[in-house]
């Protein structure tokens, strides 16, 4: 089972910091979104612990050479630092004893990493993976050679880490690329940006120090699990649904445009026609918006990345709720919106301006994948529409009553599709269970 997951050249291009506009700037504010260098030394600062999985080598097809190359950084909160050690060396007491918890010590026990993964996946942690195909490494160029290809693959995961949280204190494991990361800490020094109080760190540990570097070899190892052909089993259901709720974001490189039918296929004709129009305006969008240009832009693109995300890794058929879709921007360092009328306004009604069709019910937002997807959406538009027309045509009834028919007060010729709505007879009776809730 291959799991197919958001794509390299879209994920993260709105950390950017890039100029913005007067009017962008206002709309921003009213709608109480910081930009992620705003976010000010009163945000909590996230340590990351860095493994890979697999081996820079292209040449896939010989035994022992690995399909993908993975590396994974394991993002935690300063403040959780110490609980989370105490607790991972516990976990890796129960099921490796004095041994380090590595991916490789449970191989393909999927029964054993199951259960590791269900006591790791309590813990206040969240991930990021890049996934590189290496058969779409192109033969012509210089990723073919260790050095550059190390260097390029990390840059594409780091660099964004950087950008989107620029206190980052990095942590990579000493018996890695140690090469190629000396060389990336004095980038980092160079070149991402920093003031007097929080800079950005990065340095080597030794995993059999430090028990979060084993949660990381941990966590790639699984991801690999899930991609690579040569490690393919039949748990990545359960594997998925054990690391759902850490998963930030799972990349893949080289940037593709998988097929449709790739995504699953199931249902009605009608079904698949719209599973794949709603795709591909999600990918549209998202290559149009590649380098957003506002702090509002860019929250739109992070909400789309994050529901195409879980549409292709998680599932097709569940919403995400709202609250998680505001909590994941406040983690990407993007936005923070205080209230959900302001998120829906500011994030879910602009995506829909753009020509994305979400669906939306109570339990919150999804890519739609059926018809039954789209009535959902309907059905809730419903719950919210109806009662404002009932309430406009009772005001007009009653004004045109009080004026002896004199004013309409939807006579002007802006409002003539309400008076064509309006006219074509009475719309106050509504069956129970109306709401005027977001949608």
Aim: net charge neutral; aromatic share 8%.
């Amino acid at each position: 089972m291959r799991v197919n997951l958001t794509t390299a050249n879209h994920v993260y291009n709105s950390l950017t910091d890039l100029p913005s506009t007067p009017n962008q700037d206002a709309a921003a504010n009213a709608m109480k979104i910081d930009s992620p260098r705003s976010t000010g030394t009163d945000a909590a600062r996230k340590h990351a612990f860095v493994d890979e999985y697999g081996d820079p080598s292209i040449q896939v097809e010989k035994d022992g050479v690995s399909t993908y190359y993975i590396v994974t950084a394991v993002l935690i909160d300063e403040e959780n630092l110490e609980p989370a050690r105490s607790e991972v060396s516990a976990i890796r007491a129960r099921h490796f004893g004095k041994g380090e918890m590595k991916s490789s010590g449970v191989g393909r026990d999927d029964a054993r990493r199951c259960r590791v993964l269900k006591e790791l996946a309590r813990l206040p942690f969240r991930f990021v993976s890049l996934v590189v195909d290496k058969r779409q490494v192109r033969k012509d160029s210089g990723l073919i050679f260790k050095q550059p290809f190390i260097k390029f693959v990390h840059r594409q995961l780091f660099e964004k880490l950087y950008r989107a949280h620029p206190d980052l204190v990095m942590l990579g494991d000493k018996h890695g690329h140690k090469k190629f990361m000396d060389g990336f800490e004095g980038y980092v020094r160079r070149n991402v940006e920093q003031d007097l109080f929080r800079r950005p760190t990065f340095s080597f540990g030794d995993s059999k120090e430090e028990p979060l570097l084993q949660l990381a070899d941990f966590i790639t190892g699984t991801i690999g699990r899930l991609y690579d052909p040569k490690r393919e089993t039949a748990a990545a259901a359960d594997f998925i649904e054990l690391l759902r709720d850490n998963a930030t974001l799972v990349l893949t490189w080289p940037p593709e445009d998988r097929p449709i039918a790739s995504l699953g296929g199931g249902g009605t004709k009608a079904d698949r026609a719209i599973r794949e129009y709603c795709l591909r305006q999600v990918f549209g969008f998202l290559a149009k918006h590649s380098a957003p240009q506002c702090p509002s832009e860019a929250a739109q693109v992070a909400v789309a990345e994050h529901l195409l995300f879980h549409f292709q890794s998680i599932s097709e058929t569940e919403y995400v709720p709202t609250g998680r879709l505001r909590e994941f921007l406040i983690e990407r360092g993007i936005a923070k919106f205080e209230e959900q009328q302001q998120f829906r306004s500011g994030v879910i009604a602009k995506l829909r301006d753009q020509g994305i069709i979400l669906a939306s019910s109570s339990k919150g937002y999804k890519i739609p994948a059926s018809v039954r997807d789209l009535m959902d959406f309907v059905e809730r538009t419903d719950t919210v529409v109806h009662p404002m027309i009932g309430r406009l045509e009772r005001a007009r009834t009653s004004v045109r009553l009080l004026t002896d028919g004199a004013v309409d007060i939807i006579g002007d010729d802006r409002f003539e599709y309400l008076r064509v709505l309006l006219d074509r007879g009475p719309l106050t009776k509504r069956p129970a269970g109306s709401s005027e809730e977001g949608y």
